[in-house]
């Protein structure tokens, strides 16, 4: 196999993984703070008190002292409101507050139309076989993922 196409792959693979999609118009929001917020507005079930840390920790891959730090800046912007869990009392529930649905919504506005905009630079048919290849590419690194670690393998993945 040609090294050259390999290291193309990896090349736009990394510069794709540094796009911040998400919020690139949106000032003052960081590309972590969007993930929390996104993973938050996406999890929480209508009339809950919201997100244990803990689970947003474990969705994130990061742990529950950094979804603290990054709590802590989306508090003080007024992005997200705490609350004492009302069975555990130890646990703190996170929910967006009505500002944080803005800047989600927001975010969801300007995702869309980069996205259709990127349509209109590609074309429908171009778009539609980048979104196969994308999907089919991470299905490879799943599948990868998953054989590795039945293998007992896990320090490659």
């Not at 209508?46 to 689970?55: D, F, Q, R, Y």
């Not at 997200?80 to 009505?98: C, F, G, N, P």
């Not at 996205?115 to 490879?140: V, W």
């Amino acid at each position: 196999m040609d090294i050259s196409i390999a290291q193309k792959l990896f090349e736009a693979m990394k510069r794709f993984n540094k796009a911040e999609f998400n919020h690139r118009s949106i000032k003052g929001v960081r590309h972590s703070e969007m993930m929390l917020m996104f993973y938050v507005k996406k999890r929480t079930e209508a009339n809950t008190a919201g997100l244990k840390v803990s689970e947003i920790s474990e969705m994130l891959g990061v742990t529950s002292p950094t979804v603290t730090q990054l709590l802590n800046s989306l508090e003080v912007k007024d992005w997200i409101e705490r609350t004492v869990d009302q069975k555990d009392r130890r646990a703190v529930r996170v929910k967006l507050s009505i500002e944080g649905e803005r800047v989600i919504q927001q975010a969801i506005a300007v995702t869309e139309a980069s996205f259709n905009e990127l349509i209109q630079y590609l074309g429908e048919e171009e778009s539609n076989h980048l979104a196969d290849l994308l999907t089919k590419a991470y299905q490879y690194f799943e599948q990868k993922e998953m054989d590795l670690t039945q293998s007992g393998d896990e320090s490659l993945c």
